[in-house]
């Protein structure tokens, strides 16, 4: 059966193991795929994932949520190669069969999360909202409101509401994460502390805005009930179109943007959903030809200008871009 991946807007792994197994059959197919996705290589992880879709298709029948694990598998490798539409579609399917076959499992608010995350790094924000919040009201109805899941689709969420330059909106979001991860993990665990940190930059962000505003109405808390395994978690980076980046730095050698920009992300839980851009040669007087390491792909000017505020406030250079 097909692994169902979890974006966290924080450094997580997949949870599941991955050996060299040829492809044989969907499960093969799948592990292949992973374990070439983990070593960095999407590109060679997507025909093994396209293949394992197209096995459990064959084998489970159009309509099988089984499939449907397998699409949100190859969604998040389309994704992270930065084939956006091809995530999309492989999402958007998976909603779909999910809605049809299981609408009420945590298996829906998965694929609807997978879903808004696309939707979000290509700018359509209200979109990205409204799945969100679908999924959060499952998953809380389902699992209860103090669950690992719950604390990671709120984080998801607070994402958003930060990538709108709404850090205001985030604050509340992003302590009821973190003390939803508090009470179903404990202080301790490495998930809790994550939240912290991105909980403390949401606070830094809030407080350059002028102070919290007023949140989004309140989702509706569950009592709790049975609590399965939490979803795996893949890290996810899309390219997606915008009108404005972030500069953080330039460096000498083209080929070293990339792992500059990847730098910058681990060290900025904030960073952690923008894309890397394709480097911009600056000639500089007297010292020659330095390249720009350049993030971001944001439909407005404000949210660009949020995430420098945020960043600055760490003492960390920041310039908004129109690539």
Known sequence: MGRRVWWLGVAAALLVGAGDVPAAGPDDAGRRGIALYEAGRYAAALPHLEEAARLA??????NDPRLAAELNNLGEAYR?????????????????IDQQAQPESPALATSLNNLALVLRGRGRLEEAETLYRRSLELLERQLGPHHPDVARGLSNLAALYMRRGEAGRALPVQERAVASARRSLGSAHELTRQLETNLAMIREAAALEGGARPGPPPLPAQPGGRLPPPPSAMPQQAVAPGRFAVHLASVREERATEAEWRRFQRRF???ADLPWRPPAPVEVKGKGTYWRVIGGALPERAAAEAICRTLEAK?????????
């Open 269 to 271: 839980p904030v960073l």
């Open 80 to 96: 992270r190669a930065g084939r956006a539409e091809e995530a999309e579609a492989a999402f958007r399917r998976a909603v779909a």
């Open 57 to 62: 298709e064959a084998s489970w029948g159009q």
């Open 315 to 323: 003492r960390q250079y920041c310039r908004v871009v129109e690539p």
